[in-house]
């Protein structure tokens, strides 16, 4: 019913089987990742023809997708598909916390276009702000190398609580900014400790 509701308003329109949002109808779309136009068309010269072909603009972004032959579906009334990237996330958060969120949260790879789209999406529908503050977290590094499980360098809290106390892994991710990259190393650490130990002393 959500992406209905956007069609009737003329938010968005569909095209062979797939629904698509129209960008330019959103007020102030990409403010929050404070993005261009020009932003946006570079973004968008990676697709194919074909998907291009089937926009009213190339920046427009898919509400619901037609299924390909083998690939799992639902009925819609635009034929068999999927939802979008962006368009679950707007329906689960309205039918739970409502029409706006106190605080959305994320890592800042999804400022845009993920968190971007939401907004644009759910204020069409809805006529309201879709949140009243944002936090974007960036991602911790180790040993100025970014976390990651292919480079090998994954550590869980589980497996840091091995090695090291509880308040002292509190207290190193309490003095970090949350916008800022964490350089989780073992210096950092151990000077934590140290930091911690003399709070308590004093």
Same mark, same amino acid.
């Given at each position: 019913? &959500? ?17 698509? &949002? /129209? ?30 072909? /089937?926009?009213?603009?190339? @920046? ?30 707007? @329906? ?56 990651? #499980? ?17 308040? @002292?892994? /509190? ?8 916008? #800022?990259?964490?350089? &989780? ?18």
């Amino acid at each position: 019913r &959500f992406v209905e509701d956007l069609i009737e308003k003329g938010f968005a329109y569909e095209s062979q089987g797939d629904v698509y &949002f /129209r960008v330019e109808k959103s007020h102030n779309y990409a403010k929050l990742a404070n993005k261009t136009l020009e932003d946006l068309e570079l973004g968008a010269s990676g697709r194919t023809d074909e998907e291009t072909a /089937r926009k009213e603009n190339p @920046v427009d972004f898919a509400l619901w997708k037609s299924s390909k032959p083998g690939e799992i579906s639902w009925d819609s009334p635009w034929g068999p598909g999927r939802p979008g990237w962006h368009i679950e996330c707007s @329906v689960m958060s309205t039918e739970i916390l409502g029409d706006t969120i106190d605080i959305h949260g994320g890592g800042a790879d999804l400022e845009f276009p993920h968190h971007t789209n939401e907004i644009a999406q759910s204020e069409a529908k809805t006529g309201k702000a879709f949140a009243n503050y944002w936090m974007h977290n960036v991602f911790v590094n180790i040993e100025n190398v970014k976390m990651s #499980k292919s480079l090998g360098n994954f550590i869980t809290v589980h497996d840091a609580l091995k090695t090291l106390d509880g308040q @002292v892994l /509190r207290f190193f991710f309490a003095t970090q900014h949350y916008r #800022k990259p964490i350089n &989780f190393t073992e210096k950092a650490v151990r000077d934590a400790e140290t930091n911690l130990k003399y709070l308590k002393n004093t």
